[in-house]
């Protein structure tokens, strides 16, 4: 059985992504070079450390407790997927609201299960006052790809932050409008 839900910061701890997989081949990547996207070979697996997960759970903690956004969709009551969005707008007047993840675990790919997380986090991003969702998104293509089919192009405007903290992501953004 499926269930879509905000997930509270009582429940959010390490277990909660016990049966979560976050194995993810990539072969190739999105990069910008002289200001032109080009694709490039850039092979590498993309786990989750158990520090990592332990990282993730405090990054999703400090969401919930700054008032914003983290919805899950749960098989059998274990999680598969889950969004987070941050509360603070910025980007002046782009109005940005961040997307701060999205991940699917890897036995639920393909369902459309990433999709409709997206659309949560559209909704609670534009009834919480985003003219836009700015996403520093993973390069890899499938990445991109998807973003690419939820509507999102380039950032109008970079977050210097968000470019610092992973210099190789897209910076994205998709309108709410």
């Known amino acids: 059985m499926l269930q879509y839900r905000e997930i509270d910061i009582e429940e959010m701890n390490c277990e909660l992504f016990a049966v979560f997989i976050r194995h993810q081949v990539v072969t190739k990547c999105r990069r910008k070079e002289n200001d032109k996207w080009i694709i490039k070979d850039a092979p ?11 990282f993730l759970v405090a990054c999703l903690k400090n969401t919930i407790s700054t008032g914003g956004f983290v919805y899950g969709v749960f ?28 991940h699917v675990s890897e036995d639920m790919r393909g369902k459309g299960f990433g999709r409709e997380l ?3 986090a559209k909704k609670w991003a534009k009834e919480h006052g985003a003219e836009k969702l700015y996403i520093s998104a993973h390069s890899a293509v499938e990445t991109q790809e998807f973003y690419r089919k939820m509507g999102c192009v380039e950032a109008q405007v970079y977050d210097q932050n968000h470019v610092a903290r992973e210099p190789f992501d897209c910076q994205l953004e998709c309108s709410l409008f």
């Open 75 to 102: 098989s059998n009551d274990r999680l598969k997927g889950f969004v987070s969005v941050e509360a603070e707008l910025f980007g002046g007047d782009q109005k940005y609201l961040d997307l701060s993840s999205i």
């Open 118 to 120: 997206f659309f949560a």
């Open 44 to 54: 590498f697996i993309d786990d989750w450390s158990d520090a990592e997960y332990d």
